[in-house]
């Protein structure tokens, strides 16, 4: 069964930083995209950052550029998501999600997806 468990989040400060993770168990990333969603409450689901299966392309929205870097390290199975100058806009459950493939879809269809994991910015 495939499975994506995300940590890492918490309460930080406006300015501070944190870095997600997604573990795969089940399966190895190594033949997935990986992208990393989050939803603020009363606010649809944002698409932030995805990373190609070999590391080779990666894309952020434009309200993280610049300050989110996404990762991965398949000899872990696993996907980062660090996050720098948090701003208060930035809370929201996070999401990993996987899509078996070369690169990020085209469609954003992402077939499996893990649990989320709360960042909650604030002074």
């Known amino acids: 069964q495939l499975q994506l468990v995300e940590s890492g989040g918490g309460l930080v400060q406006p300015g501070g930083s944190l870095r997600l993770s997604c573990a795969a168990s089940?399966?190895?990333?190594?033949?997935?995209?990986i992208g990393w969603f989050r939803q603020a409450p009363g606010k649809e689901r944002e698409g932030i950052s995805c990373i190609s299966r070999s590391s080779g392309s990666t894309h952020y929205a434009d309200s993280v550029k610049g300050r989110f870097t996404i990762s991965r390290d398949n000899a872990k199975n696993t996907v980062y998501l660090q996050m720098n100058s948090l701003k208060l806009e930035d809370t929201a459950v996070y999401y990993c999600a996987a899509h078996r493939g070369l690169g990020c879809p085209a469609d954003g269809y992402f077939g499996s997806w893990g649990q989320g994991t709360q960042v909650t910015v604030s002074s």
């Open positions: 089940g399966f190895t990333l190594d033949y997935y995209a």
